[in-house]
């Protein structure tokens, strides 16, 4: 590999990197449960990105692995939430008969 | 060769961060969670296959490239159920849209919980600009306490005028507003009663029954929301007017408030007050009601307060009109005309409708006794049989410029209700200024 990619991918990383701030700050305020389950989904890609990158940087292909790894599994995460949520949602009070 | 594909692999490396780190932007930023999760999926999975197969590319072996394409696959294949997921859990928790949703497709088909979270705590305290304060803080931020309308200090108003201390005008928009608006101030001068402009009566959109076209959950919460609109919009200029014409008169005790709620909420509003001026017209709906479907009509049923409902201004009300049917309301219309203390100077007519009816001859007689007894002329008039004799009872309430009048029958969709005739709707097409107390 060349001087090139080497650095292309420091510059990605870089990006991505700079890309988990915006999805951390999501995390953190919410507001509700469903923003902070969809920044977790989100984290889960910036994870595959950036094992990939590692993959790049460090030269192992075995980085890659990883990245098939996460992007298989990580929607498991998500569908777990989206089922907790839904049973969790708070039902609406019924309004006493007048 | 190789030179052209490690120079495709950067730009493919740097296009999927870009994407990814431009995705992340968009959950962070983007109004409610649907397009936040749209955000995530999309962009998200668009710019990490970018960033696999650029990372494929670079690296090179036969073995690398298949796992990326294998990792976008899966990444294609897994994100939409993921995200899916997440939306629908997102909508039965309650989420709300954002402001720029056009319509909501899957109201009535999802159950929708409370939102888990109350927005009022999590939202962001933003500091108010410095200029929209005002200037001197210390002096206005006591709340100033209401004078108690004195009359005795506003000028010379009649003994017995002095029984209403509250008046309440409804603002609802319309043809008669203006009128209503006017008539209330004047009586607020005259007594120094204290005047409350309410809008927002009414803010109830019409429900759609009709048949729906192709897109009808669509159509039918546009035509609410622009009906809505349209109320808001007549609401506040009847506000604006009513404040216009108060600035008329600064030492009136006048307040302006605006209330959204439905009508029977409303009533509970009215409740402290001695005479609610409502312009005709002014239905649950916002304006332009049919008389028997009006807040003046609802209220006089429910005896909440004593109405005013104005069509036209009568300037100076020189003949009076008090209908007695036979409902029991009826027997108490001189009492609650004397303790308004409304048009004292002006003579008063009795009109039985259908004296054969039990007890209308009796409640006749006691209220001539009852305004002579207070110094009112009073006149009896010859009995009318309503159901026959619309015509006449339009063309004797003609020469009568207000009338007092509970609400002696009301239309109720029976097989006989086309030949029927309602004694308010007939009143309320011809006199100017119906007194309902």
Same mark, same amino acid.
């Given at each position: 590999?060349?001087?090139?990619?080497?650095?292309?991918?420091?510059?990605?990383?870089?990006?991505?990197?700079?890309?988990?701030?915006?999805?951390?700050?999501?995390?953190?305020?919410?507001?509700?449960?469903?923003?902070?389950?969809?920044?977790?989904?989100?984290?889960?890609?910036?994870?595959?990105?950036?094992?990939?990158?590692?993959?790049?940087?460090?030269?192992?292909?075995?980085?890659?692995?990883?990245?098939?790894?996460?992007?298989?599994?990580?929607?498991?995460?998500?569908?777990?939430?989206?089922?907790?949520l839904e049973r969790a949602s708070v039902k609406p009070a019924t309004e006493p008969a007048e | 060769m190789s030179d052209l594909i490690e120079i495709l692999a950067a730009f493919l490396l740097i296009a999927g961060a870009s994407v990814v780190a431009l995705a992340a932007l968009g959950v962070a930023r983007l109004p409610d969670p649907f397009s936040r999760m749209h955000a995530a999926a999309k962009a998200g999975v668009g710019g990490a296959g970018l960033l696999l197969l650029g990372a494929g590319l670079a690296l090179g072996t036969p073995g690398a490239i298949l796992t990326a394409i294998a990792a976008v696959a899966f990444l294609v294949l897994t994100a939409p159920i993921a995200s899916h997921a997440l939306g629908r859990a997102a909508y039965v928790a309650g989420a709300p849209l954002g402001a720029a949703s056009?319509?909501?497709?899957?109201?009535?088909?999802?159950?929708?919980?409370?939102?888990?979270?109350?927005?009022?705590?999590?939202?962001?305290?933003?500091?108010?600009?410095?200029?929209?304060?005002?200037?001197?803080?210390?002096?206005?931020?006591?709340?100033?306490?209401?004078?108690?309308?004195?009359?005795?200090?506003?000028?010379?108003?009649?003994?017995?005028?002095?029984?209403?201390?509250?008046?309440?005008?409804?603002?609802?928009?319309?043809? $008669?507003?203006? #009128?209503? !608006? +006017? /008539?209330?101030?004047?009586?607020?001068?005259?007594? %120094?009663?204290? @005047?409350?402009? &309410?809008?927002?009566?009414?803010?109830?959109?019409?429900?759609?029954?009709?048949?729906?076209?192709?897109?009808?959950?669509?159509?039918?919460?546009?035509?609410?929301?622009?009906?809505?609109?349209?109320?808001?919009?007549?609401?506040?200029?009847?506000?604006?007017?009513?404040?216009?014409?108060?600035?008329?008169?600064?030492?009136?005790?006048?307040? $302006?408030?605006? #209330?959204? !709620? +439905? /009508?029977?909420?409303?009533?509970?509003?009215?409740? %402290?007050?001695? @005479?609610?001026? &409502?312009?005709?017209?002014?239905?649950?709906?916002?304006?332009?009601?049919?008389?028997?479907?009006?807040?003046?009509?609802?209220?006089?049923?429910?005896?909440?307060?004593?109405?005013?409902?104005?069509?036209?201004?009568?300037?100076?009300?020189?003949?009076?009109?008090?209908?007695?049917?036979?409902?029991?309301?009826?027997?108490?219309?001189?009492?609650?005309?004397?303790?308004?203390?409304?048009?004292?100077?002006?003579?008063?007519?009795?009109?039985?409708?259908?004296?054969?009816?039990?007890?209308?001859?009796?409640?006749?007689?006691?209220?001539?006794?009852?305004?002579?007894?207070?110094?009112?002329?009073?006149?009896?008039?010859?009995?009318?049989?309503?159901?026959?004799?619309?015509?006449?009872?339009?063309?004797?309430?003609?020469?009568?410029?207000?009338?007092?009048?509970?609400?002696?029958?009301?239309?109720?969709?029976?097989?006989?209700?086309?030949?029927?005739?309602?004694?308010?709707?007939?009143?309320?097409?011809?006199?100017?200024?119906?007194?309902?107390?």
């Open positions: 590999m060349s001087e090139l990619v080497i650095l292309a991918a420091k510059a990605a990383a870089l990006i991505v990197a700079l890309g988990l701030v915006p999805v951390a700050w999501r995390l953190i305020t919410g507001p509700s449960s469903a923003d902070r389950a969809i920044a977790t989904d989100m984290l889960g890609l910036i994870g595959v990105c950036l094992a990939a990158l590692t993959a790049l940087v460090a030269g192992h292909a075995a980085f890659l692995d990883i990245a098939l790894g996460i992007a298989l599994v990580g929607f498991l995460a998500a569908v777990a939430f989206a089922r907790l | 056009v319509a909501d497709a899957l109201a009535g088909v999802l159950d929708r919980g409370v939102f888990d979270i109350d927005p009022a705590r999590t939202a962001r305290r933003r500091p108010l600009p410095r200029d929209l304060l005002p200037k001197d803080n210390a002096m206005t931020a006591i709340p100033e306490f209401r004078r108690a309308a004195d009359p005795a200090s506003r000028g010379a108003p009649a003994a017995d005028a002095a029984a209403i201390r509250r008046i309440l005008c409804c603002l609802v928009g319309g043809a $008669a507003q203006r #009128e209503a !608006t +006017e /008539a209330a101030l004047e009586m607020a001068r005259g007594t %120094g009663a204290q @005047l409350t402009g &309410l809008s927002g009566a009414g803010l109830e959109p019409r429900a759609w029954r009709g048949p729906l076209p192709v897109g009808g959950a669509f159509w039918s919460s546009w035509l609410a929301s622009s009906s809505r609109a349209r109320i808001r919009q007549s609401c506040a200029a009847a506000l604006d007017e009513f404040q216009s014409l108060a600035a008329g008169s600064p030492d009136l005790d006048i307040v $302006a408030r605006h #209330e959204e !709620t +439905e /009508a029977s909420a409303l009533a509970r509003l009215l409740a %402290g007050q001695d @005479l609610v001026v &409502l312009p005709a017209g002014a239905g649950p709906h916002g304006a332009e009601a049919e008389p028997g479907m009006e807040i003046a009509a609802s209220l006089a049923r429910a005896r909440v307060a004593p109405v005013l409902r104005v069509a036209r201004r009568p300037g100076d009300v020189r003949a009076v009109l008090l209908l007695v049917g036979s409902s029991p309301a009826c027997g108490a219309l001189a009492a609650g005309l004397l303790r308004t203390g409304l048009w004292q100077g002006a003579p008063v007519a009795i009109l039985p409708v259908g004296d054969d009816r039990p007890g209308v001859a009796e409640m006749v007689s006691a209220q001539a006794e009852l305004l002579r007894a207070h110094g009112r002329k009073v006149t009896v008039l010859a009995s009318l049989d309503l159901d026959f004799e619309q015509e006449e009872l339009r063309r004797l309430l003609s020469r009568y410029d207000g009338a007092v009048m509970s609400r002696l029958s009301n239309r109720h969709g029976g097989f006989f209700d086309s030949i029927r005739n309602c004694a308010f709707e007939t009143t309320a097409d011809t006199v100017p200024v119906i007194l309902l107390p």
